[in-house]
């Protein structure tokens, strides 16, 4: 359990303490430390700290925490290639840094040599510590590219879908990672915020490379109070908080699409559509229109069609769209709709549904994926870029997408589609 926040210190305790001070950086906060105090203090300035965070230097000679470099038995006493299928049934030895360092390097040898570079995969996934020098999968990447290179993942469990889906899209991926509308341009011009896969707080406690203030509560609780109507639309009532007040549209999971795909429907047969809008700054707008009216499969994808499919009440649907039509909208939608077969829709179909509304690009209007997914989504952009490691450039062309890698492992060899392309697992030796 997470403990009390520690009473506040006046600015000249503050001052006369920072002296001794240390800031601890993590993916949940940035905290203090000095050497009188057991424990972490959340750094002062943040207003809505990750309180689980003060318990870092506690866990730090856990149980469960592995201390020293540890082989699987036959592996240290037989070497690779034998006593296949003991994994997970015998115990691991603890080695020497020294004897762990050399058997890494004489298996990256022994694979480079008889099978290539190509028979490597760097897979490390990269969420290991905050900072960039400390980035596990940057000083991978590094190394390999400095050692004749090696089949690398591209995209993220987090976003995959979008990321491949966006540029065909929109041109680019504004408003997936960066490029949002921030929280300013939204609180006070918005007059309903339509939230698919609510925004979650306990996920916006979280930011790859850290995080010294946590605003999206504020944020939120600033959109609120200036008025703003909030519709969490989730299978989950707590994927928004509840001090939030939010109206809860509970729907079946993995249905949004037919949602978006109604609302849409609603506002093209009232006639509540931008038309100017559509005509300036889209393409394709015949198309969804027949697919929406079902002059090709005969299903007209109405509320009626909808609700049948999502669990929520037609006239519901109907309310909604109408709403989003006569109010200043900004749809909000969590990165986790993606994770699913035919994740790259809701993604589509909320990107048609806001050029329908016609308001993107105004304050308050518009679209934005993973508000709360992390905790920087919705903050201004850093006029200054992260420093980080070069890690130079890979001689291996070949990858495969990151969620790939167990299809990879058991079907080298086979062909599989990716963006538009086909392509073919590699053989891996050494991941």
């Not at 400390?134 to 976003?159: C, D, E, I, P, W």
């Not at 900004?330 to 994740?343: H, K």
Request: contains cysteine; hydrophobic residues 35%.
């Amino acid at each position: 359990m997470s403990k009390a926040p520690a009473t506040p210190m006046t600015d000249a305790e503050y001052a006369k303490s920072n002296r001794q001070q240390k800031i601890v950086g993590s993916h949940w906060g940035f905290y203090e430390h000095d050497n009188k105090s057991e424990g972490l203090r959340p750094f002062r300035e943040d207003p809505d700290p990750a309180m689980f965070g003060t318990e870092l230097t506690g866990d730090r000679l856990s149980p469960s925490r592995i201390l020293k470099p540890s082989v699987r038995r036959s592996y240290l006493e037989h070497g690779p290639g034998t006593a296949h299928g003991r994994r997970g049934a015998e115990p691991f030895v603890e080695v020497s840094w020294d004897e762990a360092l050399d058997l890494v390097a004489n298996e990256i040898g022994r694979v480079r040599q008889t099978y290539g570079n190509g028979a490597i995969f760097s897979g490390s996934y990269g969420w290991s510590s905050a900072g960039r020098f400390h980035h596990a999968q940057s000083q991978l990447k590094r190394f390999f590219n400095m050692a004749g290179g090696s089949v690398r993942s591209v995209q993220t469990y987090s976003y995959a879908a979008g990321e491949v889906i966006l540029p065909h899209v929109i041109g680019n991926l504004n408003g997936l990672v960066t490029g949002h509308t921030p929280w300013g341009q939204i609180s006070g011009h918005a007059e309903l915020i339509v939230m698919f896969g609510g925004t979650p707080l306990r996920n916006a406690q979280v930011n790859a490379g850290g995080i010294t203030r946590h605003t999206a509560r504020s944020a939120l609780l600033s959109c609120r109070d200036s008025g703003a109507r909030l519709v969490n639309i989730s299978p989950v009532r707590d994927d928004t908080d509840a001090e939030l007040g939010a109206e809860w549209l509970h729907l079946r999971p993995g249905t949004d699409t037919a949602l978006l795909l109604a609302l849409s429907h609603t506002l093209i047969s009232g006639n509540l559509h931008n038309n100017d809008f559509i005509e300036r700054y889209t393409e394709g707008y015949g198309t969804l229109r027949a697919y929406l009216m079902g002059e090709q499969d005969g299903v007209v994808k109405n509320a009626v069609w909808a609700s049948a499919i999502t669990g929520i009440n037609a006239s519901e649907i109907v309310d909604l769209a109408h709403a989003m039509a006569r109010q200043k909208t900004f749809i909000m939608m969590s990165w986790s709709l993606q994770r699913a077969d035919y994740g790259e829709q809701p993604y589509w179909a909320a990107i048609a549904l806001a050029s329908l509304l016609g308001g993107i690009g105004l304050p308050g209007e518009g679209f934005g994926f993973g508000y709360a997914s992390v905790g920087s989504i919705g903050q201004p952009s850093s006029p200054i870029s992260w420093p980080s490691l070069p890690q130079g450039k890979n001689p291996i062309a070949d990858y495969i997408p990151v969620a790939r890698i167990a299809d990879m492992l058991l079907a080298p060899g086979t062909e599989y589609d990716h963006n538009g392309t086909r392509r073919t697992y590699p053989d891996i030796k050494l991941v």
